[in-house]
């Protein structure tokens, strides 16, 4: 090649490197505008857009000024004070006491309600002659007659621990709670003292003697601890009959012949028994030391005025009333100014309900005599005499003289209308809120 085709090689080279160099100084400004380009555009909108946004936001503050302007004022509301929501007081214990007894009635059986108004020695429902201890036989025997007590005398009596073991089993085996009952009045009719059991308490009439009350609550005191101790928790004393007449029947086993004084001594001992968780019976309502007669032995009718028996014979029972007997005993003596006939007071509706329940306020246990006395047995059957009871208001039914004649009586008479279910209820419930007291909390 010549040196001319030399030289026009490198013109054209240079020349190509030239333009190229161009193109891409071109091609870099373009970019460079397109970039200044975009931030300008993005610049604008976002100072048009916030402009807009401070627009917007004056507008809203003066609309809102403007609303706000129109307004009437408003009260500030008056702070609600807060409910007081006061709690339901919790049940008294005799609320409680009273929901268990309803329970418990409702629960029973009408057979089982019937037999719960008895009390009877053990052997008239085990069939032995001579009841000295509790076993098998006592167990199946208050499972077939669950009676709502049982009464002990003397022969039932060996010893101190024989007593407290036959009570003891016998309690065990009830299907519900049992009186177990004695009479342990003092003096001579003391079932457990003569026994040589504990210590021996003074007669009514000695202890009247004294013209000491406090005597007659330290015997009850006595009393009440030794058979608490045994296992015993119900005692059919003090009496509170007044011997008011010469060779009067109660004679010692009166506190005395004035109304007034032996009241004190009744509710003294009353509450020396209770204290040591034996309930105690009143008897013999409505009096019968005015009397030379025994009702073991047939009828006896008492002659006084109803102003003789209001002002001395009921006063002392209102006395023991008043001071919150729990259960009182109804006599066998006729006593026509009160009843207005000749009839044993057990079977008087006049005496037990009109009086003793309504007049004289009695809202405890109203238990019979002994029903196998010849006053009521020479004249009643077993069934009459207990049907005749219960429709006078008595609740229960001391020893009648032939037991199952007597409960299938008062059964059948509620069975067929005669007597209602609701007022063996009402016995039922008395008898229960004596009983079941000691599970209720104080």
């Known amino acids: ?35 200044v380009a975009a931030g300008i555009v993005f610049a604008t909108g976002y100072l048009l857009s916030d402009s807009k946004t401070t627009e917007q936001e004056a507008e809203n503050k003066e609309l809102i000024d403007d609303m706000l302007a129109d307004e009437e004022s ?4 008056e702070p609600v004070p807060e409910e007081t929501v006061t709690p339901e007081p919790a049940p008294t214990p005799e609320e409680k006491l009273e929901e268990l007894v309803e329970a418990k009635v409702a629960a029973m059986s009408l057979e089982d309600k019937v037999m719960g108004l008895f009390i009877v020695a053990p052997e008239a429902i085990t069939g032995v002659s001579t009841v000295i201890q509790a076993g098998e036989g006592t167990q199946q025997a208050l499972n077939q ?40 009045e003092g003096g001579s009719v003391s ?11 003074d007669s ?13 609550y330290q015997a009850g005191v006595s009393i009440g601890s030794t058979l608490s101790g045994l296992g015993f928790n119900l005692d059919f004393a003090p009496v509170a009959d007044l011997a008011n007449v010469d060779g009067s029947i109660m004679k010692e086993r009166s506190y005395g012949a004035d109304a ?18 034996v309930t105690a019976c009143l008897k013999h309502f409505p009096g019968i030391g005015a009397t030379t007669g025994d009702t073991h032995e047939g009828m006896v009718s008492l002659d006084r005025t109803a102003e003789q028996f209001w002002a001395e014979e009921l006063a002392v029972f209102q006395a023991g009333i008043d001071a919150g007997a729990d259960m009182i005993m ?18 008087s509706r006049m005496l037990v309900t009109d009086i003793l329940r309504e007049q004289m306020h009695f809202n405890g246990v109203v238990i019979t005599d002994a029903l ?32 199952e004649q007597a409960y299938q009586g008062v059964l059948k008479a509620v069975q067929n209308g005669n007597i209602a279910e609701e007022r063996i209820n009402d016995s039922l419930k008395r008898i229960y809120r004596i009983k079941y007291a000691d599970q209720i909390e104080q």
Do not use: W
């Not at 160099?21 to 397109?34: G, P």
């Not at 007034?260 to 968780?277: C, D, H, K, P, W």
């Not at 020479?378 to 009871?389: D, L, M, P």
């Open 260 to 277: 007034s004084a032996v009241s004190g001594f009744v509710t003294s001992m009353r509450a020396g028994l209770e204290e040591q968780g």
């Open 74 to 77: 408003i009260a500030t509301p």
């Open 191 to 201: 079932r457990v003292a003569a026994s040589g059991i504990g210590p021996e308490a």
């Open 330 to 347: 109804i006599s066998h003596v006729s006593v026509p100014a009160l009843t207005g006939d000749n009839e044993p007071c057990i079977f």
């Open 1 to 35: 090649m010549g040196n001319n085709d030399k030289l026009q090689n490198r013109r054209e080279l240079r020349r190509k490197r030239r333009v190229r160099n161009q193109i891409i100084s071109y091609v870099i400004l373009t970019v460079l505008i397109s970039a």
């Open 145 to 184: 007659y669950p009676v709502g007590g049982l009464i002990y005398f003397k022969q039932n009596i060996q010893s101190e621990e024989q007593l407290k073991t036959m009570l003891e089993n016998t309690a065990q085996y009830a299907k519900y709670p049992l009186f177990l009952a004695v009479d342990e």
């Open 204 to 216: 009514a009439a000695d202890i009247g003697a004294t013209g000491n009350t406090d005597n007659a």
């Open 372 to 403: 196998n006395m010849a006053a009521v047995s020479e004249y009643n059957t077993a069934e009459e005499a207990a049907v005749r009871a219960i429709l006078a208001g008595c609740d229960m039914l001391l020893m009648p003289e032939d037991f």
